[in-house]
């Protein structure tokens, strides 16, 4: 299991997940005008949500960013000491989890300290992505 390795772990919960939220004029005006790339993640992610609505679920006026917390967290670091320094976590017991996939706070052996995210840093974040993009088609892609 992975909560018993010693290697060092770092948790982002759901919630910390839902804060990278892009608003749907966000993505229509930062992200689109872009070149190809930013008309492909738009066009990706209107797809998405034409597909829900065909299904009767309408997603509303935003969109959750995926896996853009691994890229901040990770690629993103302070650069005098490589840590995501502008998020914040804090330090819990790793707990075990149950057959049903539930978790259970006592440790199996002993205390073993994980790293939980509990706010992300979404100016950096979403500041990075859309310069990057910026800066992508600027240079004629």
């Not at 749907?24 to 872009?34: G, I």
């Not at 320094?85 to 205390?111: E, F, H, K, M």
């Amino acid at each position: 299991m992975i909560f018993d390795s010693r290697i060092p772990l770092w948790q982002v919960p759901r919630d910390a997940y839902r804060q990278t939220l892009f608003s749907w004029a966000e993505l229509l005006t930062a992200v689109r005008p872009h070149g190809a790339i930013g008309r492909h993640l738009y066009a990706a992610l209107a797809e998405v949500t034409e597909m829900a609505g065909r299904h009767g679920v309408h997603l509303g006026e935003t969109y959750i960013l995926g896996d853009s917390p691994l890229v901040l967290l990770t690629a993103l670091q302070s650069s005098f000491e490589p840590d995501p320094s502008s998020s914040a976590w804090v330090t819990r017991t790793a707990p075990r989890i149950l057959p049903d996939g539930s978790y259970d706070p006592t440790p199996r052996q002993g205390p073993r300290p994980i790293r939980v995210y509990t706010r992300l840093d979404l100016r950096l974040l979403f500041a990075d992505f859309t310069a990057k993009l910026a800066a992508h088609s600027a240079a004629g892609e």
